[in-house]
């Protein structure tokens, strides 16, 4: 995330993309830009369209209108085995009839190079993913992290200008998973190519991309960095589906200085900046949304603060490094979620517990 | 322990309920299988006495069976016969094994492969029976060129091979589409999809991907239709006129007409030993594509 990719050109192109599958409208007018060397993730719910949108790029779904580019080349009349795109595929797609290096070594059958030129690469793609020493072992006998490896060795050895990864890692067990993400993100690095990952894991989004493109019912409803997206999703539902958010009711009263003043449920009168409202309207209802992490329950003896508000804990929920409290603030029937840090020496507090909460500057969110 | 507690745990065990489940198929294939075959093998030791079996052993039986000029034509002949059968009948049933597999709708594919089997509605000789009529001299085929003039005097075209290979090849059809048409299913679509990413053309795809992952059942095809061809009665007796024997009608003749069983006997031991050993050569030659594959 520190790669400061904003000025690097685009490798990929959507243009007013839409897809139909007879009466269904799975694409609709998708137009954004993949730049080159970018850890990109397109995330959305299942049926959003992400999956389909991934497989125009490797050309294995054809657009009924707008275009696709890659690296400037328009892709209409481009076949898949011809793009200079390689894709993970969720299954992984290893051929279960050749040998783990025969499976790396798939396209590389009409490489000019010579066999033994050939092998070493294949060895060298072993070695790169962690694999070295497997080669001759069958593709059915390895284990799903295994697989995984070997799909990324067999597509990578062929130097695409872009790499697509469709869910790649739903199929692994958590620890896995999370060890399979800081390998691709170095591995990204490691070899400069442009990364498409396909993922609905939140998460897993927000921990490998430069930026994210998150999708509903066939259309990108934000296409930001993952700290944009978690700090100012521009919808409820972006902010939804990113994490968890509190939303409150709210009364716009109007703005002044770049503030919006607004009278929320619970909160009272507070003030938001114009750029923590993207998409907001200046006047009338609204709600305003903030993290579970950044409201605090403050403890007896804590200072007062000038944000700050009453409300009953509803229920407790302890993680051990975390605890999650469900705080009924005054004057709202639905409880918000509060996650505190279990510090040392702070106590867990029961349900019913009276509690001062307050929230830090920069929280609040307002939507429409 | 008692006998009863210590009977209930054997008839609990798993392996038990396994052989109470595969016995009684297991008790009729030994009788009527195994038995038999034990017979002939026995048969076929023994030395022929006029209109009876003598049980002294011999091996003239097979000396004779493979001296004899007219045994290796005929089983030379069953070979010809079952390869081109086999050869034609798994030829026309992988493209439509593809054909249902990656061109049918899922919904439908059911529907197809029911149609596939509808020739098992009628007994095997009725249909064999059947192109006697369509390929006999007064039959549909001639008559139907006949009538458009397109020939003059009808041809012959029972009594040969080719009439053999083409109603057996028809016969056999759904025993080779059935198993390739399996093994077609069970690939992964993805497959298909990663050969074309890795760069290869559709027809590559399929000869490096698609043509393996479906030899498992382009095997099992030829091992279903080669070995009871090889051993068909009615259809050489029918539509190759009784001019065109094959092993079986060889057999045929020693056991009844001839009434020299142990002669008999040592024919049909040495053609059963002739196809198991061209089976095992085929597998073992297709061993790699047979290897556990998930």
């Known amino acids: 995330m520190t790669v400061q990719s904003a000025d690097r050109p685009s490798m990929i192109e959507f243009q007013d993309v839409h897809k139909y599958y007879g009466d269904y409208h799975a694409l609709r007018g998708i137009t954004a830009s993949i730049r080159a060397g970018e850890f990109f993730s397109l995330l959305g719910p299942s049926g959003c369209g992400k999956t389909t949108l991934l497989r125009t790029i490797a050309g294995f779904e054809g657009i009924s209108s707008g275009a696709v580019m890659i690296d400037g080349k328009h892709m209409e009349h481009v076949p898949a085995n011809q793009r200079p795109t390689n894709m993970v595929f969720q299954s992984y797609a290893i051929f279960p009839h050749l040998s783990v290096e025969q499976n790396v070594g798939f396209g590389l059958r009409r490489d000019p190079r010579s066999e033994a030129d050939k092998a070493k690469a294949v060895a060298e793609a072993l070695e790169m993913v962690g694999l070295k020493g497997y080669g001759a072992r069958a593709a059915h006998a390895l284990s799903g992290g295994q697989r995984q490896r070997v799909a990324l060795a067999r597509a990578l050895i062929l130097k695409p200008k872009v790499l697509l990864l469709d869910e790649p890692l739903s199929a692994l067990d958590k620890k896995m998973r ?36 998150v999708m509903f019912e066939g259309e990108i409803a934000q296409l930001a960095d993952p700290e944009t997206l978690y700090r100012r999703p521009n919808s409820r539902r972006v902010a939804d589906f990113i994490g968890v958010m509190n939303f409150l009711p709210a009364t716009i009263l109007g703005e002044a200085n770049g503030q919006i003043q607004v009278e929320a449920a619970g909160l009272g009168r507070v003030e938001i900046e114009t750029n923590q409202a993207p998409g907001a309207i200046s006047e009338g209802e609204a709600s305003v949304g903030f993290r579970p992490e950044t409201l605090t329950i403050l403890y007896e ?45 702070r106590p867990v507090l029961d349900i019913g517990t009276r509690t001062r909460v307050a929230w830090s500057a920069g929280a609040l969110v307002l939507f429409r | ?43 076929s030791f023994f030395k022929d006495g006029y209109l009876v079996v003598v049980r002294e052993f011999t091996l003239q039986n097979y000396i004779d069976t493979w001296s004899d000029e007219i045994f290796r034509a005929i089983l030379m002949r069953s070979l010809i016969v079952s390869g081109l059968v086999t050869l034609v009948t798994v030829l026309l049933a992988f493209p439509i094994a593809y054909y249902v597999s990656f061109h049918v709708e899922a919904s439908k594919k059911s529907r197809w492969l029911f149609l596939i089997t509808i020739p098992f509605w009628t007994s095997y000789l009725i249909r064999v029976f059947l192109w006697k009529v369509i390929l006999g001299y007064n039959g549909v085929v001639n008559s139907a060129l006949l009538g458009v003039g397109i020939i003059d005097t009808p041809f012959q075209m029972l009594n040969n091979v080719p009439a053999i290979a083409i109603t057996l090849a028809h016969a056999y059809a759904p025993f080779a589409i059935l198993p390739i048409f399996v093994s077609l299913e069970k690939i992964d679509r993805a497959l298909l999809e990663a050969g074309q990413d890795l760069g290869e053309s559709k027809m590559m795809t399929f000869l490096r991907v698609t ?41 045929q003749a020693q056991m ?25 050569g085929f597998v073992f030659m297709n061993r790699r594509f047979l290897r556990g594959q998930k």
């Open chain 1, 178 to 213: 999370e060890q399979m993400q800081v390998e691709l993100i170095k591995l990204q690095r490691q070899v400069g190519i442009t990364f498409v990952l396909v993922t609905h894991d939140q998460e897993e989004a927000l921990v490998m991309s430069d930026r994210i493109a």
């Open chain 1, 301 to 345: 003896g804590q200072t007062a603060s000038d944000r700050e508000t009453a409300g009953t804990i509803d229920e407790v929920v302890y993680y051990g490094d975390m605890t999650y409290y469900d705080v009924r603030l005054d004057g709202v029937d639905k409880p918000v979620r509060i996650s505190m840090r279990n510090v040392f020496g």
């Open chain 2, 1 to 43: 322990m008692d006998w009863k507690s210590r009977l209930r745990r054997v008839t609990r065990t798993e392996a038990f309920s396994g052989y109470a489940l595969v016995s009684p198929t297991a008790l009729y294939a030994i009788l009527m299988l195994a038995a038999p075959l034990a017979t002939i093998l026995a048969f």
């Open chain 2, 211 to 251: 043509l393996p992952l479906a030899m498992p059942g382009v095997v099992a095809a030829v091992l279903i239709v080669f070995i009871p061809t090889i051993g068909d009665y009615v259809t050489p007796e029918l539509i190759g006129g009784g001019k065109l024997p094959m092993v079986a009608n060889m057999i």
């Open chain 2, 256 to 280: 009844l007409p001839l009434d020299n069983k142990p002669l008999g006997s040592a024919i049909a031991v040495s053609a059963m030993v002739v196809v198991a050993l061209i089976s095992f």
